[in-house]
């Protein structure tokens, strides 16, 4: 939440989804907004993470959105107004950036360095995707897309960026720059069975969306990812 309050860009609509929390996280939340300018929370059950996701953009009233997920952080105070310059400058409906994934315990220990690259629709046809948490997009793209679909668990963001990104009538910039910090532990490495469930679920949204030779696009996607320890 901090690093949103400290970006340069002033025209940001800082939307809050919370799941109903009963651990102190409401009163936390109540105490930022007051002390922000013009933050909204909702709070209230979800159905997980991507129930959570779709609620925020139907309540969500920009132009641009973006997801800054729990124990994620922007990298910088500039980031939001360089995602804004590229839309205005080359009418693009997304932006995307790089991904550090940091020690929990210390934000400045970079485990994992995820590079991304100009887009090219063929790259996904060997496993590429930008990472979603450094992805913008134009409102108008979720909503001609329908947003996430809820019977993935843990590659709904996969699935929805194959349905995305292979739309002819869309452009896409990308800047050579990390974007967003995420702290270890999320959902989808937290355990081997999270890491099988989602090679499977990934398996399934590359079949879904006409990928060809989907298992060997799949082997790509998680033979890539060695790279970015190193």
């Not at 590359?206 to 030779?213: D, E, F, Q, T």
Request: proline residues 4%.
């Amino acid at each position: 939440m901090n690093s949103v309050v400290a970006q340069d860009y002033p025209h940001i609509e800082h939307f809050i989804q919370d799941g109903g929390s009963v651990d102190g996280t409401l009163k936390l939340l109540e105490d930022y907004k007051n002390a922000s300018s013009g933050a909204r929370v909702n709070s209230e059950p979800d159905c997980g993470t991507y129930d959570a996701l779709n609620k925020a953009l139907f309540m969500s009233q920009g132009e641009v959105i973006g997801f800054i997920h729990s124990d994620d952080f922007l990298a910088g105070p500039s980031v939001i107004g360089k995602i804004i310059e590229l839309f205005k400058t080359d009418e693009v409906d997304g932006v995307y950036g790089d991904l550090q994934y940091v020690r929990k315990s210390d934000a400045n220990h970079i485990i994992r360095h995820w590079k991304s690259r100009s887009f090219n629709v063929q790259l996904l046809k060997r496993g590429w995707m930008p990472p979603h948490p450094a992805l913008f997009l134009r409102k108008s793209v979720y909503e001609t897309h329908g947003g996430f679909n809820l019977s993935y668990k843990i590659a709904a963001d996969y699935d929805f960026i194959l349905r995305v990104m292979q739309d002819p009538q869309y452009r896409f910039a990308y800047i050579p720059e990390v974007i967003t910090k995420m702290r270890v532990g999320g959902v989808s490495n937290r355990s081997i069975r999270n890491i099988i469930r989602k090679s499977l679920e990934d398996l399934r949204a590359l079949k879904a969306n006409g990928i060809p030779r989907p298992l060997y696009a799949l082997f790509l996607k998680n033979f890539s990812k060695l790279s970015q320890f190193f």
